[in-house]
């Protein structure tokens, strides 16, 4: 946890360096987030994430990861990156720790923006998308997946999803807790760069996609083809 940390906070520095240069987020307008589906978290905001699966069960946490990925592409990505991979002008913020020290941190961030010599290159986000909005685009930043192990896994997926697209053809030929599990098993391998328990990756979706039927098959082969061509 301590190097992601240093890491996050090289990250901070560079942003405090380089802030004259980068391009200001204060001229575009924040997109509302539609948060209809999340549990409400109250008036008061809160110093830790309440939407993850070990607070809020998996259904809720899924449903946070999709949102905040709808939110932050819309708000965040044009200065953090993305898929949450900086260009180096911004903090990364997939490795703000998924702890109540990153919590914290994100939070402030998040409800006050950030201004320099006058200008804003984030805005105050807090009363602009609301709490619900700010906790899912947390879930959605803490779950990215460590672009190394991608990279590694990506040969075999790449195999996986092509027999995947035969078992969508043909369900006679599948073995659909065999696929299952070694997308299950590939899934465990890509960890996280903020600490958070499970990563969001591709591997991940598309094994829990796998229902024995020719439509999951389909689904999950297009899964890994969307996710695999995003990483490259």
Known sequence: MTVNRNRFLAGAIVLAATASIALAHGDVA?????????????????SENPYR???AGDEVWAKA????????????????????????LAPDLRFLEA????????VERFRTGYTQNGVTKMP???????????WAIR???ETRPDGDAMDSASDELHALRDQLK?????????????IKARLSEIALGIETLSGAPV??????????????????YDKAAETLTIGLSATQ
């Open 199 to 216: 990563a969001d990756s591709v591997a991940f979706r598309a094994a829990n996609l796998i229902d024995g039927s020719a439509p999951a």
């Open 124 to 134: 105050a986000f807090g009363e602009l998308l609301g709490q619900k909005a700010a």
């Open 99 to 106: 702890e109540e020290y990153g919590d914290e941190w994100y």
């Open 139 to 141: 879930t959605y930043i």
């Open 65 to 88: 990861i999709d949102i905040g990925a709808s939110g932050y592409n819309q708000n965040c990505a044009r200065c953090h990156g993305l898929q949450v991979i900086s260009g180096g």
């Open 53 to 55: 699966a070990a607070t």
């Open 30 to 46: 924040p997109q509302p987030v539609d948060t209809a589906a999340l549990p409400d978290v109250g008036e008061d905001w809160l």
């Open 166 to 178: 035969t078992y969508a053809a043909d369900t006679s030929t599948a073995d659909p807790e065999a």
